[in-house]
């Protein structure tokens, strides 16, 4: 989009908000250079401001009839709440269009890697992300927003869900809540991989997403060898553990992988990293929190001469030969908040705490 159709766009909201405005104030909406001032719960979903992308898995039938049944609700949202029916536009993936055949709607842009959001039909940025299936996918949606500054909001179609909060018999509520600006935001941390050759030059873009939000798992390739992982934290050597592999969580992850193998659980707002190991040969080998400020270097050894390395799920095979640096990633990932969910709800709720 050139710079004059989007500035015909910004011209044509000014005298969009100024009709709706005047309408639904009974006063002059009062405008100069492009700030126009509003009362302070103003919508913006009156004026087509609100852009929302959903995410979710076509493969799975659940999460295409919740899909359905968003698309529903918003395309009605404008009746139901005297708002203007183009006032909250959508983006599909095109898995999403395809499979529910809904050519009516844009799907996401192509060029969504580097720090700025892609451009779209719209012309408008991405305000939510709406991630529809199980913790799986929000890992999926969520690295694929990446550094964009994109809310998500994730709706369970799966089993626990501890990223995807909302149930579906709650969406209509929460939909509504969020279009009117009742939610909060939580920054979650994420950890970076970088993968050094023998020589310790970085290898960048050998791993294609880097970045986890739940955790990056060191593991064996074989079946029977055991793996030595030489750990260090900030240049000082903690242990060179001799394990089936290495957990590393950030502590939103700390009820992921983390939790099936005796890691201790973090609040999602803390600033730790834990290293949990994978079947440990020593009893004395205990899971161990750090500051997320500081730095790991991994050198591994195996039997194969190669082992496998996992972000949030996403695995390849790297050469003995190779290490490892993990640390902080230099964002966080917006995950939005609505109603009364909270962690320990979570605890209670889907782990039985207290039961």
Known sequence: ????????????????????????FAFPCIYANFIVILQPNFNLAYCGLMTIAIFGNAMKSNTLTEVRHILDFLSHYGNDYHMTEKGIHVLLSQELRQELNLREYPGFPENWDGDQQPENVY?????????????GTFLTSAATVGNKNI????VNCGHLGFLAEVQTQDLDDILHKLIEGQYTIEQRSLLHLTVMDKDGIAK????????????????????TNMLTIETRINGELLHTYHSDGLVIATPTGSTAYNLSIGGPLLVPQSRGIILTPIAPHSLTVRPIV??????????????????????????????????????????????????DNSFLKSLRTKLNWGR
């Open 1 to 24: 989009m050139t710079n004059t159709l989007k500035t015909a766009a910004k011209l044509q909201k000014l005298f969009q908000l100024r009709k709706i405005f005047e309408e639904n």
């Open 123 to 135: 012309g408008e940025p991405i305000d939510f992300a709406l991630s529809v299936g199980g913790d």
């Open 151 to 154: 809310p998500i909001l994730g």
């Open 204 to 223: 960048d873009g050998l791993i294609l997403s880097p970045n986890a939000l739940n955790e990056i798992a060191i593991l064996k390739q074989g079946l």
């Open 290 to 339: 750090i500051l997320d400020e500081w730095k790991l270097d991994f050198k591994i050894s195996s039997r194969y001469d190669s082992y496998m390395v996992s972000v949030d799920g996403r695995s390849q095979s790297l050469s003995t030969d190779m290490s490892l640096h993990i640390e902080r990633a230099p964002y966080t990932v917006k995950v939005v908040q609505i109603g």
